[in-house]
Each structure stands twice: as structure tokens, then as C-alpha cells.
């Protein structure tokens, strides 16, 4: 079991930056056994996927936010990061946090669903 919030969302311009936590409860397994992402969800649009994390730390990015968006994790803190650089209009959106209990240490992480445990999102506006 796992409880995620998230935190750090707000207004930035275009081309500035934010940087977004994700604060995770684990109940019963360390967060070391999870694998972990991150999602957003614009207005009209469909959730989609912005990167995700596996638990040996291995990285997968979205094509639209490669190069400026970066994940990390922070096990003993129970702690999920997401840093946004370069902030664009079109990543304004909810984003998420997300986890799922992951037995295979290497598996490598993947951005097409499949996550158990979703935190309620924290809102970001890029707007000048």
C-alpha cells in the first residue's frame, strides 16, 4: 500500500521553471520496491505520460519533454522529484505522481499505464 501528494505546482512563464515533489507513504514495502512516474492531464486532452522512474533508477521521457523535464528519486525520504525547465504553454496540466509495486528490481519502467497508486495532482500553468 501507498499514499502519494503531491506538491510544488503553480504559475511560471514561458521558459521558466518549476520543480514538482511527490511525498510517498509506503505501508508495508519501502518505496524501493516500487517503480514510479509521473503523469499530467491537460484540459480536453487525454492523461499522457511524462517520465517515469524504475526502481534501479533507470529513466524514460516523453518525447515532448526530453531535454527539459528530469525525474529522481529519493528513497529514504520517500521522495519523488520531477524538475521542469524551459516551461512551455502546452505543458500546462495536472500532474501526478504514480507508483506501482514492481518484483523485478531492473525492470525498466514504461509510461503506458499499469500504475496502482496515484496521487491527487498539483496544478501547472505556463502563461505569460
Known amino acids: 500500500q501507498l499514499q502519494l501528494a503531491e506538491s510544488g505546482g503553480g504559475l511560471v512563464q514561458p521558459g521558466g521553471s518549476l520543480n514538482l515533489s511527490c511525498a510517498a507513504s509506503?505501508?508495508?514495502?519501502?518505496?524501493?520496491?516500487?517503480?514510479l512516474a509521473w503523469f499530467r492531464q491537460a484540459p480536453g486532452k487525454e492523461r499522457e505520460g511524462v517520465s517515469c522512474?524504475?526502481?534501479?533508477?533507470?529513466?524514460v521521457y516523453a518525447d515532448s519533454v526530453k531535454d527539459r523535464f528530469t525525474i529522481s528519486r529519493d528513497n529514504a525520504n520517500e521522495r519523488l522529484y520531477l524538475q521542469l525547465n524551459k516551461l512551455k504553454p502546452d505543458d500546462t496540466a495536472i500532474y501526478s505522481c504514480?507508483?506501482?509495486?514492481?518484483?523485478?528490481?531492473?525492470?525498466?519502467?514504461?509510461?503506458?499505464?499499469?500504475?496502482?497508486?496515484w496521487g491527487q495532482g498539483t496544478q501547472v500553468t505556463v502563461s505569460s
Open positions: 504514480a507508483a506501482v509495486y514492481t518484483t523485478d528490481y531492473f525492470t525498466r519502467c514504461a509510461l503506458n499505464g499499469g500504475y496502482r497508486y
Open positions: 509506503a505501508i508495508t514495502l519501502n518505496l524501493n520496491y516500487y517503480t
Open positions: 522512474i524504475s526502481r534501479s533508477g533507470s529513466t
